[in-house]
């Protein structure tokens, strides 16, 4: 096992990307806090992760609090401490994208995004390399950032910044962490079929579309950033930091 009594935290854990990178955490030996958004409507899915973290033999917990208040990193962070004893992961996995063209783009969706993904994660990146420091032992931390770190979307103007943003805070966090021990990097999904884009890809046209541009032939699921996110939260990854691994079944490269 990779994760052999780590104790991790991922935000945006209830469902998608940061369920199933929970229940491989959890696969891999570690104890996991889960990270939601504290909406009632979340709490049945969470109670079932938690479930089924524990029938792996891990143990759970859920701190439910908005990923754009300042306070949030600080209540995850306790949570790992008093539950588990400290944190040695963390994963700053959510996010929206409430696809809006750009010239109308109401003001308060794109500070929304900008605060869900990207304020809230500066802090709570914060917290918990304050806690690793603490604790003298070193850390891994992920961003989930994506492929629209690199490139643009039309209907992305106010949610793509925010991906370049966590990239390019991993990027300098690897340089103000690594005295410590503590390494910093991103994982960058490409399409991945979650809640994000359930209606973007109920377009069947468009569906076909991504899955063409995409060379393994699907698009991706979950699970395809499950191993990517352990192998960098693990000693697999002792000498990696700065860095970013796109996740994207080859479509970034796919030019012609
Ligand atoms: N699905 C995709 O194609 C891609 C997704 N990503 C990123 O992956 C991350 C996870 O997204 P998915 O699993 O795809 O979508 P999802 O919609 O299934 O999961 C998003 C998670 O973030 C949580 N969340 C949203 N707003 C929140 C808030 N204000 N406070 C606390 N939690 C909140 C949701 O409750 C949910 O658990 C996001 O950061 C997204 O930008 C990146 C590239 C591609
Ligand atoms: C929500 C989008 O489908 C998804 O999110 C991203 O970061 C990429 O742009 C994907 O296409």
Redesign the pocket.
């Known amino acids: 096992m990779l994760l052999t009594d780590k104790n991790v935290i991922i ?9 199933a990178a929970a229940l491989e955490c959890a696969r891999q030996g570690a104890n996991v806090v889960i ?5 009632p409507s ?1 709490y049945s899915a969470v109670e079932e992760l938690i479930k089924e973290i524990e029938a792996l033999g891990q143990k759970a917990v859920a701190v439910g ?4 208040d300042p306070e ?1 990193g600080e209540l995850l962070v306790e949570a790992a401490v008093s539950n588990f004893g400290g944190v040695d992961v963390f994963v700053n ?5 409430p696809f809006h063209s750009f010239l109308d783009m109401p003001r308060e969706l794109y500070l929304e995004t900008v605060n ?2 990207l304020n ?1 994660a500066f802090f709570a990146v914060q917290a918990a390399a304050n806690q690793m420091k603490r604790q003298g032992r070193g850390g891994a931390i992920i961003a ?5 770190a690199l490139v643009g979307g039309g209907m992305q103007t106010h ?1 793509t910044p925010t ?1 370049a943003g966590l990239l390019s805070l991993m990027q300098s966090c690897a340089i103000a962490l690594g005295p410590y021990g503590i390494r910093c990097n991103a994982v ?10 359930k209606d973007d890809l109920a377009d069947q046209e468009k569906r076909d579309y991504m899955a063409s541009r995409t060379p393994l032939g699907r698009l ?1 699921r ?1 699970e395809d950033l499950a191993g990517p996110i352990v192998f960098l939260a693990s000693e697999m990854a002792q000498y990696v930091t700065g860095a970013s691994l796109l996740v994207d079944g080859g479509m970034y490269v796919n030019l012609q």
Do not use: F, Q
Request: aromatic share 4%; glycine share 22%; proline share 6%.
């Open positions: 935000t945006g854990a209830s469902r998608g990307i940061g369920r990270g939601y958004s504290g909406s979340s609090a908005p990923a754009g949030t996995n959510a996010g929206i994208c869900t993904n809230g989930v950032s994506s492929i629209s949610y991906k960058l999904p490409g399409t991945i079929e979650t809640d994000i884009n991706g979950p």
